[in-house]
């Protein structure tokens, strides 16, 4: 079965500070891992994905994760927030082989953004 | 190219009525998924159709069905609604799943009292 797990339901930092959201995930086999963030009254908008080409992936708006198997995490940073970043962020994993639309999300972490 | 719609955006039910709710993807999508968001349980599968087949079910009570139509168009029907059934109705498309990314609609609202 596969799992995620998100460390800290509330992380708050001062604009321009370094951004770093934490997940860590279970899976039996090679997973597929995606970065969502959810704006206030409004669905989840991706912001990158993982499917086992690099490791290191960059996304929309300046962030970027990396897949480390060895720690089976995929952890979600950005060098410097903004104020627009203030959302809640949710990982999520699913079946790395097979073409299943199911994602398994972790309990999100909402970033605060202090000025 | 338009984005997920969902309709309604927002609802009120009570308690033992039934409710359906309609997403259309994006068009050239396949694949619809549901999910349930709620404070307590957060975002949770309820299923995926491709291609008008059921292809995933998520943990759910038989109360909960949905359907896909040949246009992609798709519907998710509860009945006999409860008072847990409040939550966000997330409706979410893709080519085909698995690695394809998942683009979500806006939600609907439902509220049952």
């Known amino acids: 079965a596969q799992s995620v797990t998100q460390l800290g339901s509330h992380v708050s930092v001062s604009e321009g500070a370094l951004v770093l959201l934490r997940c860590n995930y279970s899976?039996?086999?090679?997973?597929?891992l995606f970065w969502y963030v959810q704006y206030p009254n409004q669905g989840l908008q991706l912001l990158l994905k993982?499917?086992?080409?690099?490791?290191l992936v960059k996304g929309i708006n300046g962030f970027e994760a990396e897949f480390k198997k060895s720690e089976t995490s995929f952890h979600l940073t950005k060098p410097s927030a903004h104020m627009s970043d203030a959302a809640e962020y949710f990982c999520?994993?699913?079946?790395?082989?097979?073409?299943?639309?199911?994602?398994?999300f972790g309990q999100g972490t909402t970033l605060q953004v202090k000025p | 190219k338009a984005g997920v719609t969902q309709t309604p955006r927002y609802l009120i039910k009570t308690r033992g009525q039934q409710v359906t709710l309609s997403c259309s993807p994006i068009s050239g999508h396949r694949s619809v998924s549901w999910y349930q968001q709620t404070p307590g349980q957060g975002l949770q599968f309820l299923f995926e159709y491709f291609s008008e087949t059921q292809r995933n079910k998520g943990n759910f009570p038989g109360r909960f069905s949905g359907r896909q139509f040949s246009n992609s168009r798709s519907e998710m029907n509860v009945s006999t609604l409860e008072l847990g059934d409040s939550a966000l109705y997330l409706c979410?498309?893709?080519f085909g799943g698995g690695a394809y990314e998942q683009y979500f609609g806006p939600g609907t609202r439902l509220t049952v009292t």
């Open positions: 993982y499917t086992s080409a690099a490791t």
């Open positions: 899976s039996s086999v090679p997973p597929y």
């Open positions: 999520a994993v699913s079946h790395g082989s097979s073409n299943t639309g199911k994602l398994i």
């Open positions: 979410a498309s893709s």
